[in-house]
């Protein structure tokens, strides 16, 4: 198998700090900042609650089955490596499509959520013209180099992190009186997470927006694509994967707390981040306009990140002998710009929501992306389930992994089944439905074109004496 380390085209410039954000910064943007208001929509208060504690096992589940895999492999684009070796080659050629799938149909729903954003100050101007403006910034911080792009997340991402913890003190705040509200009228307190009745809706709500609470929560996994341009991959890997797992369920269901309690679920939506509608709602001068300014750059910060993930997934893809050798090709420091370029034509699905009913186009390219990582958190666990099992039964002992999920086989046996309930709850949403119309032909066709093109059995045998 030929790696970075052998051809010399990727650099392993980041640290363990650069891991962390990278991975936080992927998942602090769209699905939390607009998605959550559509899950309050739908399932009310307690039911949001529950599915992102729900999301937040999976989440954990998943990332224990990837920390095993990526400290043993540490190589770029890992998940579709992984699948490829243990799974099947057409396996992991459909894996490594559908995590490019999730990322550039994610920078469409980003940059529209940052035309929006947009709307709030300039209501007259429409939003494709700021998805276009933006499309153009990200993919130049992105082409300039690796290390360039890894300091400017950091940042960027730092910036998300202490407002998130300054969202939940302020909401908190509010909730219980210590700050007023703007309107005159008495602290909520505890009454939106139960004044509909604690599921408002049934169950079935909660089961309906996994995916969409998966999609908030995705960008952890951004820590094994980037384990091969990670300087010490053996002992970043753990540490990025613990301090991102105890940061992200502290952030999330605290912040998800604030706005439930907050936001009435008739209230809610995606036309409108619920946490700009939380600052319109206390009574604290431009504190609407600062966090609007601070989602805005969230969301391009996530943005980035996912030009990063699908440019170095069609990277990996060419560097295994799956693509043309051009999406491989760097240049001087070490950026793949062909595969930069042809993944944000993803951008561009931006403009056509930004056109054609924003916020209905808005959940359905979410829910396409939703399923296409919730598919790829299926290959990682069906991966480290087999690649656990051969290597007990090769006979060599466990303490020869340096990163041990705990509780195996139990961890991937229980992601994969909720990461398959979630995919199931889209066929029981209509806003969503698409997904699956869109999703599962996809996969089809992946498996079709690797069967057309790909002679199965060298490739199989490739694999097995690697």
């Known amino acids: 198998m030929h790696t970075q380390q052998e051809n010399g085209q990727l650099k392993r410039t980041m640290k363990t700090r650069h891991l962390i954000m990278l991975s936080l910064g992927g998942v602090i943007g769209t699905g939390l900042f607009f998605n959550t208001g559509y899950i309050i ?161 049934g169950g079935l709500p909660i089961l309906m927006t996994m995916v969409a609470v998966n999609f908030a929560f995705s960008g952890t996994e951004l820590i094994g694509i980037a384990a091969g341009e990670t300087e010490n991959p053996h002992h970043a890997i753990p540490v990025a994967i613990r301090a991102t797992i105890a940061r992200l369920i502290i952030f999330f269901i605290g912040t998800v707390f604030v706005l439930a309690a907050l936001i009435p679920m008739q209230v809610a939506g995606v036309e409108k981040s619920p946490f700009v509608l939380v600052f319109e709602k206390i009574g604290l001068p431009y504190a609407a306009d600062i966090f609007n300014f601070v989602i805005l750059t969230a969301i391009l910060s996530a943005a980035n990140s996912g030009l990063y993930a699908s440019g170095r997934m069609l990277w990996s893809l060419s560097n295994e002998k799956t693509l043309p050798s051009c999406f491989a090709r760097v240049n001087k420091n070490g950026v793949p710009l062909v595969a930069l370029t042809v993944s944000m034509l993803g951008g561009l699905l931006a403009l056509l929501s930004s056109v054609i009913a924003p916020d209905t186009v808005f959940v359905a390219l979410s829910a396409i992306s939703g399923f296409a990582v919730v598919a790829v958190w299926l290959s990682i666990c069906a991966s480290h389930f087999i690649f656990r099992r051969r290597h007990l039964q090769s006979g060599k002992p466990l303490h020869d992994l340096k990163y041990r999920a705990p509780w195996y086989p139990l961890v991937p046996v229980l992601g994969f089944v909720l990461c398959l309930l979630a995919c199931v709850g889209l066929a029981f949403d209509p806003d969503q439905r698409i997904a699956l119309y869109c999703g599962l032909p996809f996969v089809a066709l992946c498996y079709g074109t690797y069967f057309l093109t790909h002679k199965t059995n060298s490739k199989e045998a490739d694999y097995a004496a690697d």
Not at 59 to 75: H, I, K, N, R, Y
Not at 91 to 105: E, F, I, P, R, S
């Open 41 to 201: 929509s739908t399932t009310g208060a307690a039911g949001t609650l529950l599915a992102y504690l729900i999301g937040a096992l999976v989440v954990w589940l998943v990332m224990q089955c990837l920390g095993e895999l990526s400290v043993a492999m540490p190589v770029t684009g890992a998940f579709h490596v992984y699948a490829a070796r243990y799974i099947g080659p057409a396996t992991g050629y459909t894996v490594a499509w559908l995590y490019w799938l999730t990322w550039t149909v994610a920078l469409g729903s980003s940059f529209t959520a940052a035309g929006f954003c947009m709307q709030y100050w300039f209501p007259h101007i429409p939003v494709w013209i700021w998805s276009a403006l933006f499309c153009v910034v990200i993919f130049l911080l992105n082409a300039i180099s690796t290390r360039f792009f890894a300091e400017g997340e950091f940042w960027f991402s730092l910036i998300k992190v202490v407002t998130i913890i300054v969202f939940i003190i302020l909401g908190c705040g509010a909730i219980f009186g210590f700050i007023s509200m703007k309107d005159g009228s008495p602290s909520p307190g505890l009454t939106n997470l139960t004044s509909g009745g604690w599921f408002p809706h």
